[in-house]
């Protein structure tokens, strides 16, 4: 008899979306993920930052599309097949970031998950929760609540204020 996998969760481990930049591998809480899109064109706003790639129309909801390359300042990729936009729910406001590529969703432990060391003021760590750890792999985690709403984004204080 097969065993029921998933009934014994650890209630000290958080699942995880992760996706690819480039080489790395970055991790989002899975709470905050409402779906996962191939990458639609998007229509452009003038003005609006580079990383700021414009909005979609998702079922009536206009949605801001982010580049998270250009957001963290990493080279240039093609848009190709596999280059996905994961649409989160941030804060009320419904926000989709493109990414290279999703991997999977894994589970981190507590034990699993390393504060992201200090690296002085060369890096920014503000938007990150932690290094998580799972065999050879290392996941960049993303605070995705804290850059969707940081004052640089602008993205839910513009939006509650159009409300």
Request: proline residues 3%; without cysteine; charged residues 25%.
């Amino acid at each position: 008899m097969p065993s029921q996998q998933g009934t014994d969760v650890d209630t000290d481990s958080k699942e995880f979306l992760t996706f690819a930049l480039g080489e790395e591998e970055y991790g989002v809480d899975i709470l905050k993920v409402q779906e996962i899109r191939g990458y639609d064109a998007v229509t452009r706003l003038p003005d609006a930052p580079d990383y700021i790639k414009g909005v979609i129309n998702l079922r009536g909801t206009i949605v801001p599309v982010i580049d998270m390359r250009l957001k963290f300042n990493l080279a240039n990729a093609d848009y190709t097949a596999v280059t996905v936009m994961i649409v989160l729910n941030v804060s009320d406001r419904i926000v989709g970031i493109v990414v290279d590529s999703v991997s999977d969703v894994i589970r981190l432990a507590s034990e699993q998950i390393r504060v992201v060391p200090e690296l002085g003021a060369t890096i920014d760590r503000q938007f990150l929760t932690g290094i998580g750890t799972l065999d050879e792999r290392m996941l960049i985690l993303l605070d995705i609540e804290r850059l969707m709403t940081s004052t640089e984004m602008g993205l839910v204080a513009a939006a509650t204020a159009l409300q």
